[in-house]
């Protein structure tokens, strides 16, 4: 995967321009500005709320009712974090506090460093192996506190 291009204004208005004439456009557009800068920004909802004639207060309810968009660029390093029923009873909730806790954020946060984004997924498919959780596209099963880390040095060697 390659790295997100740096936010622009007019690029970010292309992609609106090449996507507007979709049926149910916002989301065709929300998805391609995220696959581009990695997030959308702020800036874009009058942008696209211009080009679709939405209010800024509809492009922004989808924004936030979607959790996978981001409204600021992710970490270097991208941790999904299980919280379904079978990783549940395996005691992920206690072991998401424990990591949480040592990177120092909340959920959907990122690492003062910029390396580490932490997001909440409810279902890995990795039931059997739980807790999981992926960084990036790497599974983690059996997951502990001490595993998270040694994965996250590894990854960034």
Not at 42 to 67: K, M, Q, W
Not at 127 to 132: D, W
């Given at each position: 995967?390659?790295?997100?291009?740096?936010?622009s204004a007019s690029r970010a208005a292309g992609?609106?321009?090449?996507?507007?004439?979709?049926?149910?456009?916002?989301?065709?557009?929300?998805?391609?500005?995220?696959?581009?800068?990695?997030?959308?920004?702020?800036?874009?909802?009058?942008?696209?709320?211009?080009?679709?004639?939405?209010?800024?207060?509809?492009?922004?309810g989808c924004i936030t009712f979607y959790h996978?968009?981001?409204?600021?660029?992710?970490?270097?390093?991208?941790?999904?974090?299980?919280?379904?029923?079978?990783?549940?009873?395996?005691?992920?909730?206690?072991?998401?506090?424990?990591?949480?806790?040592?990177?120092?954020?909340?959920?959907?946060?990122?690492?003062?460093?910029g390396e580490v984004t932490v997001e909440p997924?409810?279902?890995?498919?990795?039931?059997?192996?739980?807790?999981?959780?992926?960084?990036?596209?790497?599974?983690?099963?059996?997951?502990?506190?001490?595993?998270?880390?040694?994965?996250?040095?590894?990854?960034?060697?």
């Amino acid at each position: 995967m390659s790295s997100p291009e740096p936010w622009s204004a007019s690029r970010a208005a292309g992609i609106v321009a090449e996507h507007k004439h979709l049926e149910g456009a916002t989301l065709p557009i929300l998805h391609a500005l995220q696959e581009e800068f990695g997030y959308v920004d702020e800036a874009a909802v009058p942008i696209i709320a211009d080009a679709l004639n939405l209010s800024r207060a509809e492009v922004h309810g989808c924004i936030t009712f979607y959790h996978d968009f981001r409204k600021a660029p992710a970490g270097r390093q991208q941790v999904k974090l299980c919280r379904a029923e079978a990783c549940q009873a395996m005691g992920s909730e206690r072991l998401h506090g424990e990591i949480l806790q040592r990177l120092g954020i909340d959920w959907h946060g990122t690492t003062a460093d910029g390396e580490v984004t932490v997001e909440p997924v409810y279902c890995l498919g990795l039931c059997s192996n739980g807790p999981a959780a992926m960084i990036g596209e790497e599974p983690l099963v059996r997951l502990s506190a001490d595993s998270l880390d040694a994965a996250l040095k590894e990854s960034r060697a």
